[in-house]
């Protein structure tokens, strides 16, 4: 590292010198703009301000400029408004905590299950064999178009939205940890065999260690997916979760509402990217990915 | 032979008519190592060189009992080879410790499997950290690690324990020339204090005259021994022996027996293509 950082630097003055003098701001841009290179934590910070800031700017116009009718995009005060009032209601945690356990159900059933077999899936050639043409069938099946199965055979409760969201992830999921596991070094493995490790001991002690960052990636991307399939399901039958709530002020025309609720929906995503990428931080401290 | 009873005298690891071949997935089979015989002594340190391809590393692996051999069979004190087994450490030429333990995790890892109380694992562990030069780093991760500093961690590993011969696959391929020498000093100085046997694989001819008491070249594929090298050289050695005239003669002796077999690579390669 130390060595690029220096490379870098005795090599950029060279041609700075051969050109005209540029305005500042023009040699910021070509500082941040250089492939792969990293940019100082002031720059980056500007980028996150500057892009919030310009939709911030541009929802701003639009609404208090009534360049767009209220019906279609609600001011930012208004959506305030409505958060507060649905919050006040109550039915705002309702709908939230509706959907917060339907998704965290669904999803962690999916990785009790998804995980070791994919784990499995990556490393036994025989049991990829079993696994692989059915996962591989299912997993094109979009989710919705299981959803009228799903409520004749369960009904419309919580159970069905599991399902979706579980279908939903297993799949995938099985798939990530299989090439996850697949791409664990072999000789990882015969070192844990050279150092007197049987087969047993090379699945509980190297093989599963070694998958556990891609892992721990992968959960947070399915975790991800698991938000969407919720609302899919939410949106066709239901009486409460956050999809509801959209669709519910949909028919009102309480397009403040509809934006509440997707306010909500990416808040608590992020809030799960960022858990999981502390947890990475905290419980892998080895890993290379951080 | 006189010669031939002293070698079955003291002979820790035994290769007889050893041959692996390979099935092909279209059919058919490559043969990787051919009828190959080898005698390693017990704390005699014996390196395989060889072109690129021959089949040194497939050799080492079933020594090892990660590849099963064909036919023929690998006896280590008296008893056949079936498997791998912790009589018999390896270390790669890829880094492979354990990136989910520290230097001392990986070094206990061994000690550990076999059952010996945690105290004992980590007196062990101490000590061969200790032994590679590595004290101050115990509680690293491998990522904080330079390449040399966790190929030296990997040889404490397999020293750790203590096993009957120690398998070497290129351990220091993948490292840069200062650091390589560095390596090679390292493990002049780690065999003086443990005297352990050491079977070596390298394509480099200077490393494995330097190291070893006994040079073995191997054919172009499929591979053989095509001949036996006694380095002469006397020990303790350092890097310093480079420079000495014997050291080039042995150099030379490799280097012309070895250089027959990368041409016949070469020609063949010509010819297919």
């Known amino acids: 590292m130390p060595d690029r950082n220096l490379q870098a630097n005795t090599r950029r003055p060279a041609p700075r010198a051969q050109t005209r003098p540029r305005s500042r701001i023009v040699s910021a841009l070509d500082d941040a703009l250089r492939p792969h290179e990293p940019v100082s934590r002031r720059t980056y910070l500007?980028?996150?301000?500057?892009?919030?800031?310009?939709?911030?700017?541009?929802w701003i116009l639009l609404s208090y400029g009534g360049i767009v009718p209220p019906l279609f995009l609600p001011s930012p005060s208004d959506v305030v408004r409505a958060a507060v009032a649905l919050f006040r209601e109550g039915s705002l945690l309702i709908h939230a905590r509706a959907s917060l356990s339907v998704i965290v159900t669904g999803w962690a059933l999916a990785v009790v299950a998804a995980v070791p077999l994919g784990i499995l899936m990556g490393t036994l050639k025989f049991v990829e064999a079993l696994v692989e043409p059915v996962v591989d069938f299912v997993r094109y099946l979009?989710?919705?178009?299981?959803?009228?199965?799903?409520?004749?055979?369960i009904g419309i409760g919580t159970a069905e939205k599991v399902a979706v969201i579980f279908i939903g992830t297993f799949f995938q999921l099985v798939l990530l940890v299989a090439d996850v596991s697949a791409n664990v070094s072999k000789d990882l493995l015969d070192s844990a065999y050279t150092l007197g490790a049987k087969r047993g001991?090379?699945?509980?002690?190297?093989?599963?260690?070694?998958?556990?960052?891609?892992?721990?990636?992968?959960l947070r991307i399915t975790m991800g997916w698991a938000w969407t399939y919720l609302i899919v399901a939410e949106l066709v039958a239901s009486d409460r979760g956050l999809g509801y709530l959209i669709l519910d002020s949909m028919r009102g025309l309480y397009t403040d509402r509809i934006f509440v609720g997707l306010f909500v929906i990416g808040l608590l995503g992020l809030g799960f990217d960022i858990i999981f990428k502390q947890l990475h931080r905290i419980l892998l401290p080895w890993s290379p990915k951080i | 032979m006189t010669d031939d009873a002293l070698m079955n005298d003291t002979a820790k690891l035994i290769l007889r008519d050893l041959t692996v071949a390979f099935q092909r997935?279209?059919?058919?089979?490559?043969?990787?190592?051919?009828?190959?015989?080898?005698?390693?002594?017990?704390?005699?340190?014996?390196c395989i060189v060889g072109p690129s391809g021959c089949g040194k590393s497939t050799m080492l692996r079933v020594v090892a009992g990660l590849t099963r051999p064909s036919s023929g069979e690998v006896v280590l004190d008296g008893i056949q080879v079936s498997g791998p087994g912790a009589d018999r450490g390896m270390v790669f030429q890829s880094y492979t410790l354990f990136p989910w333990l520290t230097v001392e995790g990986n070094v206990e890892f061994g000690p550990r499997l076999s059952g010996h109380p945690p105290e004992l694992c980590t007196r062990i562990a101490k000590r061969y950290i200790d032994l590679v030069g590595l004290s101050g780093f115990e509680h690293s991760y491998p990522k904080e690690l330079s390449g040399g500093m966790m190929q030296?961690?990997?040889?404490?590993?397999?020293?750790?324990?203590?096993?009957?011969?120690l398998l070497m696959d290129e351990p220091f391929g993948a490292l840069d020339a200062q650091t390589r020498t560095l390596m090679q000093e390292l493990l002049l100085s780690v065999w003086e204090q443990t005297h352990k046997t050491v079977l070596f694989v390298t394509h480099d001819i200077e490393e494995a005259?330097?190291?070893?008491?006994?040079?073995?070249?191997?054919?172009?594929?499929?591979?053989?021994?095509?001949?036996?090298?006694?380095?002469?050289?006397?020990?303790?050695?350092?890097?310093?022996?480079?420079?000495?005239?014997?050291?080039?003669?042995?150099?030379?002796?490799?280097?012309?027996?070895?250089?027959?077999?990368?041409?016949k690579v070469l020609a063949a390669r010509e010819d297919g293509g």
């Open chain 1, 46 to 58: 500007s980028g996150v301000i500057l892009s919030t800031a310009v939709i911030a700017f541009v």
């Open chain 1, 142 to 153: 979009p989710v919705s178009a299981m959803i009228p199965l799903l409520i004749l055979y």
């Open chain 1, 201 to 218: 001991t090379v699945f509980s002690r190297v093989l599963v260690p070694a998958t556990l960052p891609g892992v721990m990636d992968n």
């Open chain 2, 25 to 46: 997935r279209r059919g058919g089979s490559v043969v990787a190592v051919d009828s190959l015989d080898l005698t390693v002594h017990d704390e005699e340190f014996v």
């Open chain 2, 152 to 165: 030296r961690a990997a040889i404490a590993r397999a020293l750790a324990n203590d096993p009957e011969i």
């Open chain 2, 209 to 263: 005259v330097l190291l070893a008491d006994r040079v073995y070249v191997m054919t172009a594929r499929p591979g053989r021994i095509k001949r036996e090298i006694k380095v002469s050289l006397p020990r303790p050695r350092t890097v310093g022996v480079l420079d000495s005239e014997e050291f080039l003669h042995f150099r030379r002796e490799v280097h012309q027996s070895i250089r027959e077999e990368s041409l």
